[in-house]
C-alpha cells in the first residue's frame, strides 16, 4: 500500500494517547491524555526524510480518579505547573514494510529528554466520505519513568512497592492529510 508524500495532523477525535503502568504488583492502571496533538512530514519517495512531533498537555492526564489524577499533576510525578508539555520530536524514522516502521527520538517528560524507540503498526491509508486522506497507526514503547525524574513510590507491607517503575505509552492514531 502506496503511502503520500505530505504534512499529516493528527484528528485528536479519532486518536488516543495513554500508558499503563504496574499497580501495587498485582495489576495495572491505564490512564490517557485528553488534549493533545502531533504532526507528521512524510515524504514517500524517502522515507528517512520524513519527521514528526508531538505536544502532550501534562495538565490534561485522565486515570478516571480525580484524586489520583491530581497527584499525578504534581512534582511528585509529571509536575505539571513547571512542566506543562510533554513533547516527542523525532530524530529518525525507517519504514520497514506498509505495515510497520520504527520512529526514533526525543520524548520530554518532566524537563528531562531521553531517546526512545516507537514500534509503529501501519494500518494503512484510505480516502475517508469527505475527501480526506487518513492514515491509521498505533505506536508504542516502554520506559523507565525513574529515568525522566518521576522517582514516587510507596512500599507494600507484604514486600515491593505501589508503583512499577516500567511504563507502556501507547498512540492509537488517526492522521489526516493538510
Do not use: C
Not at 119 to 130: H, M, Q
Not at 143 to 168: H, M, Q, S, W
Request: charge should be negative; charged fraction near 25%.
Amino acid at each position: 500500500m502506496a503511502y503520500a508524500s505530505g504534512t499529516y495532523a493528527l484528528d485528536v477525535q479519532h486518536s488516543f494517547v495513554g500508558f499503563s503502568v504496574r499497580h501495587a504488583m498485582v495489576t495495572k492502571v491505564h490512564g490517557r491524555f485528553e488534549e493533545f496533538d502531533a504532526t507528521i512530514e512524510f515524504d514517500a519517495e524517502n522515507p528517512a526524510n520524513s519527521s514528526a512531533v508531538a505536544t502532550i498537555k501534562a495538565n490534561s492526564i485522565n486515570t478516571d480518579n480525580e484524586d489520583r489524577d491530581n497527584h499525578l499533576r504534581t512534582k511528585d510525578f509529571f509536575g505539571a505547573e513547571e512542566h506543562p508539555e510533554i513533547t516527542f520530536k523525532s530524530t529518525s524514522i525507517e519504514l520497514h514494510s506498509d505495515e510497520k516502521a520504527t520512529v526514533k527520538g526525543d520524548l520530554t517528560i518532566n524537563g528531562v529528554t531521553k531517546s526512545v524507540d516507537l514500534d509503529v503498526d501501519l494500518f494503512g491509508s484510505a480516502e475517508d466520505p469527505w475527501g480526506q486522506t487518513r492514515v491509521g497507526f498505533e505506536a508504542t514503547t516502554r520506559i523507565d519513568r525513574n529515568d525522566f525524574g518521576v522517582e514516587y513510590n510507596a512500599p507494600l507491607k507484604t514486600g515491593g512497592v505501589l508503583i512499577g517503575n516500567d511504563v507502556t505509552l501507547q498512540i492509537e492514531g488517526s492522521a489526516v492529510k493538510q
